[in-house]
């Protein structure tokens, strides 16, 4: 007769069993089981004088796991080890001689994004952290857990193939830079849905023949850089605020489709609390729709915002990752000349300026404001400003 909760084996039984009952009833016995590969239920009425057909191996097991030591433990974990990295490190390989992610690089993506099913932040971390870097990780992780298949990557068009560069060498993903030469070459065929990973720019993609290739694509994950150039204008019909409107069009058409997003940017409102409210309503349109100015926008308690300061950044040792940063203001007194010049150099930038403001020319504009940092310089430095203009 068999005790509840031994495991017993015999031809009688196609696999191994575990005893639920096992009852004598005149001649037999009546034997209840669950087999333990299959959890199939099995019913059985044998004769007494058979019941040594079957075999105990609890004591058996027990004998075997009794001989088991640490060190069989720490071998079995090392293969467990070896085996999973064998099957992700080419989907990964994050770490490798070409990089080596920063602990502020590894908190914000491994602590903070992939926290959570649907990834949609803001990382407006001061210049020089390496947001690029952190987009990469965070598109090798959720390519490695099968999370994103097609990424599109909306960037300025001088650092489009600065971006192509990095992440070829540093994540080995090779993204293809979408632009007019590449759309005549395809003709009728939308290049953007050709491509899984697709880089262009987001004054071009903002392009009314442009942007319906790019919703008609429709990518798994969207990432922004100085996503900022997408403010809403509320109010305005000057040549600049029709431009933005329509990337703030773009952005509201391609964002709110995409399972996750990523908007970057080291200036995340520049003062303007109704503005970045508008912009925030690209990450979470219900959250952001309709509140108060100040209302969940801080950066501390947003949680859709990842922002750290360079004074705040460390290397694994601890050691600041910038040097500090010091501020000096230092008085001087300027001639009589010098200061004719600065009053008419200060004259000549505000009236131009203004006009360029006006006009919708931003181009003119940010030269009128590099004319007064030329001046604040140097002599020489403004002389041949002003004679080149």
Same mark, same amino acid.
């Given at each position: ?278 912009? =925030?309503? *690209? ?5 952001? @729709?309709?509140?108060?100015? &100040?209302? /969940? #926008? %801080? ?69 009128? =404001?590099? *004319? ?5 310089? @140097?002599?020489?430095?403004? &002389?041949? /400003? #002003? %004679?080149?203009?």
């Amino acid at each position: 007769m068999f005790n509840v909760g031994e495991v017993v084996t015999g031809v009688h039984f196609p696999e191994s069993v575990e005893i639920k009952r096992c009852e004598a009833y005149g001649d037999y016995y009546i034997i209840e089981a669950i087999g333990r590969e299959t959890n199939q239920f099995f019913e059985l009425m044998i004769e007494k004088e058979k019941l040594n057909e079957l075999e105990v191996l609890s004591r058996r097991e027990e004998k075997e796991k009794s001989s088991i030591t640490p060190l069989d433990v720490q071998k079995y974990i090392q293969y467990l080890m070896l085996q999973n990295e064998s099957k992700y490190s080419k989907s990964r390989a994050l770490g490798n001689k070409k990089l080596l992610p920063l602990p502020h690089q590894i908190e914000a993506v491994y602590s903070r994004m992939l926290q959570v099913p649907q990834i949609r932040f803001l990382l407006a971390d001061d210049p020089g952290a390496g947001k690029t870097i952190m987009s990469g990780m965070l598109i090798k992780e959720l390519m490695a857990r099968f999370s994103v298949e097609r990424v599109l990557i909306l960037v300025p068009p001088l650092v489009m193939k600065q971006w192509q560069e990095e992440l070829n060498e540093k994540f080995q993903e090779q993204f293809r830079i979408i632009n007019r030469s590449v759309l005549n070459e395809y003709g009728r065929e939308n290049p953007f849905a050709v491509y899984n990973l697709c880089i262009a720019s987001i004054y071009w993609a903002a392009r009314d023949e442009i942007k319906p290739l790019i919703q008609e694509a429709e990518f798994d994950l969207i990432i922004v850089d100085e996503h900022t150039k997408w403010l809403h204008i509320l109010m305005g019909r000057s040549r600049r605020k029709r431009h933005v409107q329509k990337l703030y069009q773009l952005g509201e058409s391609i964002l709110r489709k995409s399972s996750h997003c990523l908007l970057l940017t080291a200036t995340p409102h520049k003062g303007d609390m109704e503005n970045f409210r508008h912009l =925030m309503r *690209l990450v979470d349109e219900d959250i952001f @729709s309709n509140i108060g100015e &100040y209302e /969940s #926008l %801080k950066e501390k308690t947003n949680p859709f915002i990842i922002r750290r300061l360079k004074e705040n950044l460390k290397n694994f040792d601890g050691t600041p990752l910038f040097p500090k940063r010091t501020t000096k203001t230092i008085q001087f007194t300027l001639t009589d000349e010098e200061l004719a010049l600065y009053e008419d150099v200060t004259q000549y930038v505000r009236e131009h300026f203004n006009r360029a403001i006006t006009n919708g020319s931003n181009s003119t504009a940010f030269a009128m =404001m590099l *004319l007064q940092r030329r001046l604040s310089s @140097s002599l020489d430095a403004i &002389y041949l /400003s #002003l %004679k080149r203009t």
